[in-house]
């Protein structure tokens, strides 16, 4: 029997000899050379404490079918928050992830007031600061949980009472702390309620002065007190609010530069929330690199068939792809970002041993991802069909437009005789259907090749 708390031991890498997909891992070797770095430069897998140790599985219409093997063992929630370190240190163990995330109440007890929270808390930290010792796995970021008690429910730096507006910018100050003491690598701030309901009661350029002014105040404090990490705003359109002003990478680009924080913080972006935007996670992370904003990736996927936030691990081949390819694109995920598995197995995947081989399917979705991305790459199939479709602008009329010559008149004097046969000659097909199906031809030939 293995030593490990959950039984299970280090998951291995075993290949693709069988089809079957079991614990072991078919794509993900850690220590694999793609694209100039290692499957784990590149990848930087970390584990979400909320979904993993916190989540009990539950749905809109059951109670929660989780089962762990720290169920029933304590009786105070401080004792089980404790003991669930442990558990989840040899969790990463045995998974062979180098980083984890959490939210400030996912890993301690709430007091009756917030002195006593913050004292459990730093209890707790204590414990996971001695397992980072021990075992060397970081803290790819830490963020605070201002959505879930019944006192945000209508925002927290959003939030029309002052009162609550002053308690989330003090659990933020003791978050920051934390971060600064346990070495995260990035903090991310997530406004899981500030949003509206309902315009008729809500002064909308009020309350977005008040969450930058408390953005501001955690960058004063960040550099006050020497924490280096980066700072991150997720985007996510809405649920649990109508409407969240984070809504997507352009509108929360558009955000900080409208308060003068774009030096101060990237975007981590959700493929799930991408989904809930109308967008693709790929739409996502483009907009978000291309702004030089791109931070940090959470690692799931959506059901299109069900319109809310489902949080699945991720086992979509093409999408994972066009992730990777646009991580290649940029060289890396972000300054120092990684990819953070928010996401919980099905509620009908019940058991200690699922939530290991729902981690397998992810990472290895990812693997194979950066295999076939990085062929793409090797082989410039996006870039020669970029080029070829916009060679038009590298001579000619083109060519003013880039280098900033033109002008109306100019367009004017070029395109005022030109027959219409020759514009409608000027275009060419796209042959998109093609195109796709070469991605498809990547992805199976290069997986059999693995």
């Known amino acids: 029997m293995s030593e490990n708390l959950w039984n299970i031991d280090k998951i291995p890498f075993v290949g693709t000899s069988s089809l079957r997909q079991g614990l072991g891992f078919r794509y993900y070797d850690a220590e694999r050379v793609v694209a100039g770095k290692t499957m784990r430069e590149w990848l930087r897998f970390g584990v979400a404490y909320w979904h993993s140790f916190q989540a009990e599985l539950v749905d809109p219409f059951g109670e929660g079918t989780a089962q762990r093997p720290f169920d029933g063992k304590y009786s105070k929630p401080l004792d089980l928050a404790l003991a669930k370190v442990d558990y989840a240190f040899d969790f990463y163990k045995a998974l062979g992830v180098d980083y984890f995330c959490f939210h400030d109440r996912d890993i301690a007890p709430e007091g009756d007031t917030l002195r006593e929270t913050n004292a459990n808390l730093d209890k707790v930290v204590d414990a996971i600061e001695a397992k980072q010792k021990e075992t060397g796995v970081k803290l790819l970021w830490n963020t605070s949980s201002l959505f879930t008690n019944r006192r945000f429910v209508s925002g927290a730096a959003t939030s029309p009472f002052a009162e609550i507006y002053s308690y989330a910018g003090a659990q933020l100050k003791h978050s920051l702390e934390i971060a600064k003491r346990l070495g995260a690598e990035n903090y991310v701030f997530w406004g899981g309620r500030e949003g509206y309901e309902n315009l008729w009661n809500t002064d909308l350029k009020r309350e977005q002065d008040h969450i930058a002014a408390m ?214 097909s796209d042959h998109l259907e093609s195109v796709k199906a070469t991605i498809n031809n990547y992805i199976v030939d290069t997986l059999g090749r693995a």
């Open 215 to 428: 953005f501001q105040m955690c960058v004063d404090y960040a550099k006050e007190i020497g924490l280096d990490a980066q700072f991150m705003l997720e985007p996510k359109p809405k649920e649990p609010t109508s409407h969240q002003y984070d809504f997507d990478a352009a509108t929360t680009i558009a955000f900080l530069q409208t308060y003068g924080l774009q030096d101060h913080f990237k975007l981590n972006l959700e493929g799930n929330h991408a989904n809930l935007a109308g967008h693709t996670y790929q739409h996502e992370i483009r907009v978000a690199r291309e702004a030089g904003m791109l931070g940090s990736l959470d690692a799931n996927q959506g059901d299109k068939l069900i319109g809310w936030d489902i949080d699945e691990f991720p086992s979509d081949l093409y999408e994972t792809t066009a992730v990777m390819w646009e991580v290649l694109a940029e060289g890396q995920i972000g300054p120092h970002g990684g990819l953070n598995f928010d996401a919980k197995p099905r509620r009908t995947s019940f058991t200690a041993e699922d939530l290991f081989r729902a981690h397998v399917v992810g990472m290895d979705s990812y693997a194979a991802g950066l295999l076939v991305a990085a062929r793409m790459h090797e082989e410039g199939l996006i870039e020669d069909l970029v080029s070829e479709r916009y060679s038009s602008f590298d001579s000619g009329i083109g060519a003013t437009v880039e280098d900033g010559t033109a002008s109306l008149a100019s367009l004017e004097a070029h395109s005022l005789d030109i027959p219409q046969a020759d514009l409608v000659a000027a275009t060419k």
